[in-house]
């Protein structure tokens, strides 16, 4: 599967951002989608994924509740849905997939990637 995230942006603080990631290739519903990000000078961690159904998603505690995400396996993408932005969102934001049943934080265990949209709080 091959994956393009795109709808990063600036944005002030405050304010809101929806991430896409797009699919080609077959069997899409087939796999977990995530999103993670990494800030400069960061390792790339955990933000959240959903399952193939989209019927449940896992998120970083540190979101509180302010992300959401959805996918749509009619048209092979996952969206992010992302709210009440502060300066320490600031990253680039990349989606992964990976085949099975569980959700997992390490980066390592997800074998597709997408090449990453830049998104910039400022304060």
């Known amino acids: 599967v091959q994956l393009q995230a795109s709808g990063g942006g600036l944005v002030q603080a405050g304010g809101s951002l929806r991430l896409s990631c797009a699919a080609s290739g077959r069997s899409f519903s087939s796999y977990i989608i995530g999103w993670f990000r990494q800030a400069p000078g960061k390792v790339r961690e955990f933000v959240v994924a959903?399952?193939?159904?989209?019927?449940?998603?896992v998120y970083a505690d540190s979101l509180q509740g302010r992300f959401t995400i959805s996918r749509d396996n009619a048209k092979n993408t996952v969206y992010l849905q992302m709210n009440s932005l502060k300066p320490e969102d600031t990253a680039v934001y990349y989606c992964?997939?990976?085949?099975?049943?569980?959700?997992?934080?390490?980066?390592?265990?997800?074998?597709?990637w997408g090449q990453g949209t830049q998104v910039t709080v400022s304060s």
């Open positions: 992964a997939a990976r085949s099975g049943s569980a959700i997992v934080f390490a980066p390592s265990a997800w074998g597709y």
């Open positions: 959903i399952s193939q159904s989209g019927n449940s998603a």
